[in-house]
């Protein structure tokens, strides 16, 4: 795959679509000449207010339980700064998208990204390639990426076309050009294992949720459904999977929360696992242990950065079948939580409480309505199912 590749709808580009995307390069390079630190100031401001709308006020919610289940030691004031800080660092990202094409180039990348621990994963994509880059909604993933691409690697990411043509032609295109080549997430069964046969690297945001079919893991104590086609792959291929993210850095003299909230366009990317191939052989079960490591992973940059973290995703949505059913939590299912070295057993009996909770949640519902789905929507099946 390379940056001219087209799209299925790109034969039917028409008049509408190129006004639309020359009025949006204009637009982006208009916005793209503002000093970058106005234009993330305003996006942060609009963010706050935005957050606090009552149309929101589900989704904010969403994210307040969210963070209060994750940081059970916070009190209510910190939770909603975090919560409101969610929708500021979802604007300092649209602010970086129109930023980054101009800034983050082969000459001037070093004076916005520092690379923290990246000797080791830097060992490993070149001289054990191909290999996987997991991330989730935590830091810049974007900024990450190019990076990548910047260091000289040909990075081929999964997305979600946008909607509207456009924009979406303008995202490839940027993107294509900094060696960050994007993939549509429904037709990666077919592309993923020629880009992978090549030696080259696959990256993923890898903590959204899979459906009623995916592999359900810890996250935060309560278990998430996973994408089992991730683990599936590395096995696959042989493929380690390096585990990082970009963190947005605050000004320096800061202490936070001052530094949390008047961050500036400078990351640190940071590698949080490496999970190797002779990590996972003679595991019982494989799938379980990749897909629940680099969740670990994720949940550790997240930890650490809990302000760059989107806490109105629904991480949790689909439930796993004995919850769903009404059944006891399975032994064998616990055994393999058990032997996870990061779960100690306070953490264990914490997510088995949680579950029993869920179970119940969704009995009640069930005697009042319709419980809730528990199956992939168009946007939750396993991109690789084909594979």
């Excluded at 520092?114 to 830097?122: G, M, P, Y």
Aim: charged share 25%; with cysteine.
């Amino acid at each position: 795959m390379n940056a001219s590749s087209t799209q299925p709808w790109e034969s039917d580009w028409n008049a509408k679509d190129a006004a639309i995307y020359a009025a949006l390069r204009a637009g982006v390079g208009l916005l793209g000449a503002c000093p970058v630190s106005s234009n993330m100031a305003f996006m942060r401001a609009f963010a706050s207010g935005f957050a606090r709308m009552p149309f929101n006020r589900s989704k904010l919610e969403r994210a307040l339980d969210n963070l209060r289940w994750c940081f059970p030691d916070w009190d209510e004031q910190r939770v909603y700064n975090a919560g409101i800080d969610a929708y500021r660092h979802l604007a300092s990202l649209a602010a970086e998208a129109i930023a980054t094409p101009s800034r983050i180039t082969p000459e001037h990348w070093a004076h916005y990204i520092e690379l923290e621990n990246v000797r080791d994963a830097l060992r490993v994509l070149l001289d054990r390639p191909p290999c996987l880059l997991i991330t989730g909604h935590c830091g810049n993933w974007e900024i990450l990426g190019y990076a990548m691409g910047l260091l000289g690697f040909r990075v081929h990411a999964l997305y979600r076309p946008l909607d509207l043509r456009a924009a979406d032609r303008w995202a490839r295109e940027v993107r294509g050009n900094r060696g960050l080549f994007l993939i549509d997430k429904f037709g990666a069964s077919r592309e993923l294992p020629v880009v992978l046969d090549r030696g080259e690297l696959i990256g993923f945001v890898a903590d959204q949720n899979a459906g009623g079919r995916g592999v359900f893991v810890p996250f935060f104590d309560r278990l998430a459904s996973t994408y089992k086609s991730i683990a599936l792959l590395a096995q696959r291929y042989h493929a380690p999977i390096v585990c990082g993210q970009a963190i947005r850095l605050g000004k320096e003299g800061l202490d936070p929360p001052e530094r949390i909230r008047d961050q500036t366009f400078r990351y640190k990317i940071h590698v949080s696992d490496i999970i190797l191939p002779e990590h996972w052989e003679g595991q019982p079960d494989p799938t379980f242990y990749i897909s629940a490591r680099y969740r670990a992973a994720i949940e550790g940059m997240i930890r650490a950065n809990p302000s760059q973290h989107l806490w109105m995703h629904r991480h949790w949505k689909a439930r796993p079948p004995h919850e769903m059913s009404g059944k006891p939590f399975p032994a064998r299912l616990r055994e393999k939580i058990e032997a996870l070295p990061w779960m100690t057993p306070e953490r264990v009996e914490r997510l088995v409480e949680r579950s029993a909770l869920d179970a119940s949640t969704i009995a009640n519902a069930s005697r009042t309505h319709a419980p809730p789905a528990s199956g992939p929507d168009e946007d939750e099946r396993d991109p690789l199912s084909g594979l």
